[in-house]
């Protein structure tokens, strides 16, 4: 019954790789958001859907690509990772104008 | 823009002590104001948030924040802290005609001593 579920939760992988990471809510809201946290706990917006329309989109690079096949997902794929691309990456929703509620984070992990 | 400081990046405190968790914010109108907590290895839970009205709001597991424009603060407070509530908290700011684009103070790491 959790109502933002990413996976994975732990992602380790190689420089050059490309890797997908899933996120669902159950919460029935209408916009869902991608969040990076680094090292440092700064954390920072990275895109939103609302209805799986394209929302917000802060200054990423194109190898991060978003991409919502319904408004209760909402995945990021990033290619050729990079040693900078290491946080943990949280997924969150909400319906218009109420609070975030976020899921428990993926932390990846590029060696 | 709006900017949020939260100026404490690490506090001890005992337990059954009393907690305040500073926050100012930088925001030209109205801010909807947020204090959220991450357990280690957790997401952010919800801890209040402040939108209208009372400017005195109540959260979850005892905690308040009280929002004061004339300073620009929304400090968190609790009266007596439990172990438990040994945690990373955030403050965040957010704009009506942005909504969901936060921004996150760098957070304020709470310690609870017995």
């Known amino acids: 019954d959790t109502a933002v579920s990413q996976t994975p939760k732990y992602l380790v992988t190689q420089m050059g790789n490309d890797k997908s990471i899933k996120c669902e809510q159950n919460?029935?809201?209408?916009?869902m958001y991608w969040y990076k946290q680094d090292s440092k706990k700064f954390l920072k917006i990275m895109f939103s859907?609302?209805?799986?329309?394209?929302?917000i989109n802060e200054t990423v690079p194109n190898r991060f690509s978003p991409k919502s096949p319904d408004k209760a997902h909402l995945n990021l794929h990033i290619n050729s990772l990079e040693l900078g691309d290491s946080a943990v990456y949280f997924c969150?929703?909400?319906?218009?104008?109420?609070?975030?509620?976020f899921g428990n984070g993926t932390r990846l992990t590029v060696t | 823009a709006q900017s949020v400081t939260q100026p404490d990046i690490h506090i001890t405190v005992s337990e059954g002590a009393s907690l305040e968790l500073r926050c100012n914010y930088s925001?030209?109108?109205?801010?909807?104001l947020f204090w959220y907590v991450q357990s280690p290895g957790q997401g952010l839970q919800l801890l209040l948030k402040?939108?209208?009205?009372?400017?005195l709001v109540q959260g979850i597991k005892g905690f308040e924040a009280e929002f004061k424009r004339s300073q620009s603060s929304f400090n968190l407070r609790k009266p007596s802290v439990h172990w438990s509530d040994a945690a990373e908290y955030f403050c965040?700011?957010?704009?009506?005609?942005?909504?969901?684009?936060?921004?996150f103070g760098a957070g304020t790491q709470v310690v609870v001593t017995p």
């Open positions: 859907y609302n209805n799986k329309e394209l929302i």
């Open positions: 969150a929703s909400s319906q218009s104008n109420s609070p975030l509620h």
């Open positions: 919460l029935g809201h209408d916009t």
């Open positions: 965040a700011v957010g704009a009506a005609d942005s909504w969901g684009k936060f921004q």
């Open positions: 925001y030209g109108a109205t801010p909807y």
């Open positions: 402040y939108f209208s009205g009372d400017t």
